[in-house]
């Protein structure tokens, strides 16, 4: 059974780490591309003002809390969740069960040559792992149904999206119907993380919820981005109910 709760109108399971793996390891034994969606406070935001990135949560077979606003949020409507799932953590576990069972990656986005050392990274993290193809994520619109032929090419079990939100989110739901690939997830800057080119933060900061403080002493230019909390955190004081929603065991895919 799934159980949802909503925080400022947006879905969001009600799954630990494992619960979630489960579900991602059921996907891979459906037909159809799965949406998997990690929503952080500024996702959440950014949906009460974009339909169509509302639209995609909605339609979303897994969405994980994966932001630490989430998690206070959910407390603070009396629908606390079970813990935090962070989406790169998740990958981890993912690309883990892929490579104990021969199964493959797919990473489309971020700059030239990041997706490329990333997949080596996973690699060597996870022996066994395939990696079916990378992509950057510097494209025309022209381009599109070139790279969504390069990814059903490579037939990969998981595609990983890092075109930032909600450009990655709407990828997938625009050719949900015509990906050859089991599940699909928005992974933002993991793969930045993989290849090397940014530091995750310290256990510290991940076990206080200050990822974001890390995040903004590596990268100073998203302090805009940052504003995105505390409006968020106001929002959901002032909100009236999160009710909880049981969708049952599967929710049909369009």
Not at 35 to 64: F, H, M, R
Not at 91 to 111: D, Q, Y
Not at 162 to 175: H, I, M, R
Request: aromatic fraction near 8%; include cysteine.
């Amino acid at each position: 059974m799934s159980e949802r709760i909503r925080i400022l109108n947006v879905p969001v399971d009600m799954v630990t780490t494992g619960e979630a793996l489960e579900r991602f390891k059921a996907f891979l034994e459906q037909e159809g591309c799965d949406l998997i969606v990690t929503p952080n406070s500024e996702i959440v935001i950014n949906a009460g003002k974009n339909k169509d990135l509302q639209y995609a949560i909605e339609q979303a077979s897994l969405v994980i809390p994966d932001g630490i606003g989430i998690v206070y949020a959910s407390r603070i409507l009396k629908h606390p969740l079970k813990e935090r799932v962070t989406g790169i953590d998740f990958l981890g576990k993912a690309l883990e069960h892929l490579a104990k069972t021969g199964g493959s990656v797919f990473l489309f986005g971020s700059k030239p040559g990041i997706a490329e050392r990333a997949g080596a990274n996973m690699q060597a993290a996870y022996p066994g792992l395939v990696v079916a193809g990378t992509r950057n994520g510097y494209f025309s619109p022209q381009e599109e149904e070139e790279i969504l032929e390069e990814i059903n090419r490579a037939r990969p079990d998981l595609l990983c999206v890092a075109l930032g939100s909600p450009k990655q989110e709407l990828f997938v739901l625009k050719y949900q119907k015509r990906l050859q690939v089991k599940a699909a997830i928005g992974v933002g800057g993991s793969l930045d993380v993989w290849s090397g080119e940014l530091k995750r933060a310290p256990e510290f900061y991940r076990r206080h919820g200050l990822e974001w403080l890390y995040r903004l002493m590596q990268e100073p230019s998203r302090y805009k981005r940052m504003a995105a909390l505390p409006l968020f955190m106001i929002r959901v004081m002032f909100s009236k109910k999160s009710p909880v929603q049981d969708f049952g065991p599967e929710r049909e895919k369009d």
